[in-house]
């Protein structure tokens, strides 16, 4: 059975209907699906978390914290994946059902600048582990990173992340476990790694330990826009399997827990090593020359396909929606890498954790009031994404509301609270959204953007159904 998928039926009824009577066969296999997904276990900044978490407030707090993280990722990410594979949705997507249209427009764009500042950041990790190999300027280093990258989305994600993610975990992890063999050898072994406590810290700094460890990976929430969208091409018929494996636990069990042990063991062996991303890659190329500088290469490169692709898509994504522009998707791609390229050449490193920050809260209260979204519909009313944009109001007023006060809110507290805003911050932002988005929908009555049209025999029989209620 031949279906259009693009949403050009009439009703939002025939649409919906259609679209899930087809087949899957133009998805993404589980293995390609999910090498292309786990390339971004890869990230630098996985492993720099960690450290600085150990070292700031203690090894055991760390991994309470760190534990506690990997439950609720898998938990919610095991959610949303679900629904993503159900329905195709994205994140402008289903942005549309608890945003509205400009909404889903205004999430699209927020999503593309974190996914091409993550890119800048890490492109800017492999540019000065080169820069500190070979020496050259930095912009050079730049360039090169950029124009190497850029080719390796160009197929598409479907045909090419899973090949070269595919050639690169192994580099990745075992250059890992190198580093961790070779340097106990050039350094000796001791335990500081595993018995650090760090300084108390009291509740009204932010404290406990494990709670602020706990509240600083919430500031990584974009993990789960990044499973929607990755989720979104797979295949009904491997649900449980991605539930499980892809985009559940046992990938935050590798991307927190594991990359987290690597950053806090090599961060205590390797002296004068700085709990930083470009502290750790500095680190490997001292310690192992070429060979940490090629495991380097491999980690960022790993991790900048998925952050160019989710760039360059949801860019396209809101100039399309916004300013109404029709470009080939290679066109798309070339313009999110000039706009890396130029972030670049300003000293957007020094602001990580501002910016780490900021995009946190908003990224925490979208999931927040997604993740109450899928709960209170409890499996029923989801929308397919092949319904066209035109069957969606412009706001969702409930979503919006419980999106951008709670945001203001978490934002205020970083900035003016101190320690206490920084670990509450992001926790009262995530409750404080999903309960107004809870409250709101049931006293409104409203629970979607979307618009259901009634056709005029559909009204009719629905009015002569009523009557003859009303007569019984």
Excluded at 222 to 246: E, S
Aim: net charge positive.
């Amino acid at each position: 059975m031949s279906i259009n998928l693009t949403g050009t039926n009439d009703t939002v009824e025939a649409t919906d209907a259609l679209a899930r009577e087809g087949n899957d066969d133009d998805q993404m296999r589980r293995g390609p699906l999910t090498m292309a997904f786990y390339g971004v276990i890869s990230a630098m900044f996985f492993v720099y978390i960690g450290a600085a978490m150990a070292r700031g407030y203690g090894t055991l707090n760390a991994a309470i914290g760190i534990a506690l993280t990997i439950v609720t990722y898998g938990a919610i990410n095991m959610l949303l994946s679900k629904y993503a594979i159900n329905n195709r949705t994205t994140v402008a997507l289903f942005s549309r059902t608890i945003l509205g249209r400009s909404g889903a427009s205004i999430a699209a764009l927020i999503f593309a600048l974190v996914a091409i500042y993550y890119a800048v950041f890490e492109g800017s990790i492999v540019a000065y582990a080169f820069q500190a190999a070979f020496g050259g300027e930095t912009w050079m280093w730049y360039l090169i990173v950029v124009v190497y990258s850029t080719p390796l989305i160009m197929g598409g994600a479907r045909r090419f992340l899973d090949k070269i993610n595919g050639i690169l975990m192994p580099l990745y992890w075992g250059g890992f476990i190198i580093a961790c063999i070779w340097a106990v050898a050039q350094y000796g072994y001791n335990d500081a790694w595993l018995t650090h406590t760090g300084p108390e810290l009291p509740l009204a700094s932010g404290g406990p330990g494990w709670l602020a460890t706990y509240a600083g990976y919430m500031g990584v929430w974009i993990m789960m826009m990044f499973t929607m969208d990755f989720a979104a091409l797979g295949k009904r018929q491997d649900i449980k399997y991605h539930q499980r494996v892809t985009f559940g636990p046992l990938f935050y069990i590798l991307a927190f827990g594991l990359n987290g042990f690597f950053g806090v063991f090599l961060s205590f062996m390797i002296p004068g090593i700085e709990a930083s991303e470009l502290g750790i890659a500095a680190g490997l190329v001292k310690l192992m020359g070429l060979f940490g500088l090629l495991v380097v290469f491999a980690s960022q490169t790993r991790i900048n396909t998925a952050n160019y692709y989710l760039g360059a898509a949801n860019l396209r994504i809101f100039g399309e929606k916004v300013f109404r522009i029709k470009l080939p998707n290679l066109v798309w791609v070339c313009i999110s890498s000039t706009i890396i390229f130029l972030l670049m050449l300003l000293p957007i490193v020094e602001y990580i954790l501002l910016a780490l920050a900021w995009q946190g809260v908003l990224v925490t209260a979208w999931v927040a009031i997604a993740v109450t979204h899928i709960l209170m519909n409890r499996g029923k009313r989801q929308e397919h994404a092949a319904v066209g944009d035109h069957h969606y109001r412009q706001f969702n007023v409930v979503g919006m509301i419980s999106w951008l006060v709670p945001t203001v809110v978490g934002i205020a507290m970083i900035q003016f609270a101190g320690g206490l805003g920084a670990t509450w911050g992001p926790i009262i932002t995530a409750v404080l959204a999903a309960a107004m988005y809870a409250v709101l929908r049931s006293t409104m009555h409203v629970d979607t953007a979307l618009v259901i049209t009634i056709n005029a025999d559909e009204a009719a029989l629905d009015r002569q159904r009523k009557a003859q209620l009303a007569v019984s």
